[in-house]
């Protein structure tokens, strides 16, 4: 092949590159690839006659919202090869109930080009359930795998290894914690171990939903078919595995809620991108102004936090004597009878580092019966809880006279104990952030 040949070859593959790019860009693709992998989801629940808990945030765009009866957040991250990791800031316990009342969960998730599954489902939820199981039954362990089910079409034995004799390790991080225990578990899972199964496409889901005597059954649902260059021809669109993921660079104006409420008219096979663009836009603007708060928890009689999603009005944050709002989006009307604090922070890295040099100014501000609220619901305002929580209360959430003693391990009770009462995912810049100042 001479060098004219080749220059040809490289122009035509940057092109084809090109036009991939733009398929799996497209907002008709994304919303079409979705809309097929929620059809295998619907199948696979109809087979296992379990409650569907979508893992955050892609899994939430495969399940109309009247069907979630929960969310889960598991990472990733933690479990990328010789990365693996029980985290301590994602315990999922409040999965516990629905998991036990309904014999079972299924948690859904989808990954992007080239992989079967998300290492979320194909090692961090195992991992998990392999920790609990650890803690209940660890010294009737005869097999050898410390309760550690892992899907070996998936991962190899030497990896499935290493993760198996890490997991005692993971109990005992948990057990240091002491929010948990061997008889609180037995007693929650009434003497039943977990067990992850996965589902994904391709497989054959079972005709009758299986009954399960010996273990509670977590089963592990790929939502997305695998294309090994990402994205493959269908009739009428491109799919695109994994077409959830990263909304915000695709459309983003849309979310799972707001796509589900409108998809009849989103599924429309004749829109282009630009009339779909233009319909998001004008459901956004719809949509604004229905609520000011989401998700508002009340920790403790003097605390509590929640989500801001609108400008907001008095009438919702009556009850409150102190108010720190961080958003560069919304603000509330002036009240003389109410401390206010607004901040310009966004929930990411930038916001938690202009959060880190703010906390001093922001707690000594705080008195009477004190709300937080940020934009995600999750991240800022659980930092400033975890503050106010480890500066006034002890870890049996009494209010205290004297600051107690901090480390990293009563912040890390303090979290655990605020996973209980509501999901939350504070940033690790956050974290490092109230670190700094506690400590």
Not at 114 to 133: E, F, H, Q, Y
Not at 228 to 239: A, L, Q, V
Not at 378 to 404: C, F, H, M
């Amino acid at each position: 092949m001479d060098k004219q040949d080749l220059e040809l070859l490289r122009e035509s593959f940057n092109d084809i590159s090109k036009q991939v790019r733009k398929s799996s860009r497209s907002v008709k693709n994304r919303l079409h690839s979705i809309l097929l992998d929620s059809q295998w989801v619907a199948q696979v629940q109809s087979a296992y006659n379990r409650p569907l808990i979508p893992n955050e945030r892609c899994g939430l765009w495969y399940v109309p919202p009247e069907l979630i009866k929960e969310t889960a957040y598991f990472k990733s991250t933690d479990g990328h090869t010789s990365q693996w990791s029980f985290s301590t800031r994602r315990l999922n316990f409040h999965l516990f109930d629905i998991m036990v009342e309904n014999q079972g969960i299924i948690i859904v998730d989808s990954t992007r080009r080239g992989k079967t599954m998300p290492d979320a489902l194909s090692k961090t939820i195992p991992i998990w359930c392999a920790v609990l199981n650890f803690i209940m039954f660890g010294e009737q362990e005869e097999n050898g795998n410390n309760w550690c089910f892992l899907p070996l079409q998936i991962i190899s034995k030497n990896e499935a290894n290493s993760i198996i004799k890490l997991i005692p390790k993971f109990a005992q991080t948990l057990i240091d914690l002491k929010i948990i225990n061997k008889e609180q578990l037995l007693t929650k899972f009434k003497g039943k171990y977990l067990r992850p199964l996965w589902m994904y496409p391709g497989m054959s889901p079972p005709i009758e939903p299986p009954i399960f005597e010996d273990f509670i059954p977590i089963i592990n649902c790929v939502a997305s078919f695998r294309a090994d260059d990402g994205s493959k021809t269908m009739n009428g669109f491109t799919y695109v595995q994994g077409a959830a993921d990263d909304h915000e660079l695709w459309a983003e104006n849309l979310n799972p809620q707001l796509f589900w409420e409108n998809v009849d008219v989103l599924r429309n096979m004749e829109l282009s991108d630009e009339q779909l663009l233009n319909i998001i836009d004008s459901l956004k603007i719809k949509k604004i102004g229905t609520s000011s708060l989401e998700n508002v928890v009340e920790l403790t009689d003097e605390l509590s936090i929640g989500k801001v999603v609108d400008n907001i009005k008095l009438a919702d944050v009556g009850k409150f004597d102190s108010i720190v709002v961080f958003s560069p989006n919304f603000t509330i009307e002036e009240n003389e009878s109410m401390k206010f604090h607004h901040y310009p922070f966004a929930c990411d890295k930038k916001g938690s580092n202009e959060l880190r040099k703010s906390i001093p100014s922001i707690i000594p501000s705080l008195s009477g019966r004190i709300l937080v609220l940020c934009e995600s619901g999750s991240d800022l305002s659980v930092g400033i809880a975890l503050v106010l929580l480890s500066t006034r209360y002890n870890l049996d959430w009494e209010k205290v006279d004297t600051q107690p003693l901090t480390t990293k391990d009563t912040i890390k009770k303090h979290l655990a104990k605020v996973l209980n009462h509501k999901k939350v995912n504070p940033s690790r810049a956050t974290l490092q952030a109230i670190n700094s100042y506690l400590m």
